[in-house]
């Protein structure tokens, strides 16, 4: 029993490595930028504060008033009466609104969609950094409910302070690696708040097991362990910080301070690791598939140099084998490498094809 939780434990260190290993820093993401658009207009960029009811009281001590950037279409201003649709896009693990920003080159890429036909509309990116570096956008009480967050409060938030469409057919949801994750989490639970989905190179999409025992499986336990501060934390390395935010979005545990979290070490490791499973969304697609019926188009795209593809293919396959409509494109790329090109000449465009523009008083 013991080999075989040394062996799940080293198989889920190395998923999460994958799933945005080569994301630690910003300095170390390269991404191809499209070439400015000639004639193209200068969006509207405002830095703002969301305040999450969702996330009050978490035990972690994760800030409630969060960071987003907002993106407003070059004729926001010039319209006093026009409406738009609005995106929300969300970022992937260790990074945040800000860092996503540059990698996704916004707003140039924005305004590079709009100046090839794409139409205005209003791009969100709220912030989901954490305290061990992401929310993977899941309802704990350790991080806050940044699920309710994100389609509750930042939703509510958007509909109040600006011109939105605030219908489900006139909101988008996109996210990147641990973004995918949350487009897939959000989007299958919430299919009342959005009406499109594009999902980026998910991560953590299936429950995972099996593998052989890490070299170093006792030593990372006793590492994790022994952390009992964010400064703990932020000294660990890469696989073994994606675990404790695993631990803390998905096995939370009010009465073990000061992490508040479980980690899938000793006796308590199946018990953890079920906990885990049961966030995978391979494994409770099957509970929403009625809410997937009711989105106008849903998207999938990954690098074909990307070792979350076979994950991503077979969340493509469990939605063609329930009669939901989708598109899956494996494209030439990294993890990381397209992702600004695929947001202005597939993400944009998709979500002008797909939302209403229906109520925008042009």
Known sequence: MKKQVERTVAML????????????????????????????????????????????????????????IVFLPPGYNQNRTRRYPVVYALHGYSIGAEQWSQEIHVPQTIEGAFAKGAHEMIVV??????????SMYSSSATTGDFENYVARDVVAYMDAHYRTIGTRESRGLVGHSMGGYGATRIGMKHADVFGSLYIM????????????????????DETLAAVKTPAD????????????????????????????????????????FAKWAANAPLAFIDQYVPGLKRYRAIAIDVGDQDGLRVDAGKLHDAMDQYGIANTFEVYPGTHTSDVAVRFQEYVMPFFSRTLSFEGAKR
């Open 233 to 272: 934390s932020a000294k660990l390395p890469f696989g073994l910080r994606a675990q404790l935010a695993s631990a803390a979005a998905w096995s939370p545990n009010p009465t073990n301070p000061p992490l508040y979290l479980d980690l899938p070490i000793g006796d308590q490791a199946q018990a953890v």
């Open 13 to 68: 260190t190395a998923a999460l490595a994958i799933a945005a290993g080569s994301l630690v820093s910003v300095a170390q993401v390269k991404t191809n930028v499209p070439d400015p658009v000639p004639g193209a207009r200068p969006a509207i960029v405002e830095r703002i504060k969301i305040h999450g009811t969702a996330l009050e009281g978490n035990l972690e001590g994760d800030a409630v008033e969060r960071d987003a």
């Open 201 to 220: 190179s998910p991560c953590c999409l299936s429950p995972r097991g099996g593998g052989a025992p890490g070299p170093n499986a006792a030593a990372n």
């Open 125 to 134: 990116l709220p912030d989901s950094k954490t305290v061990h570096n992401g």
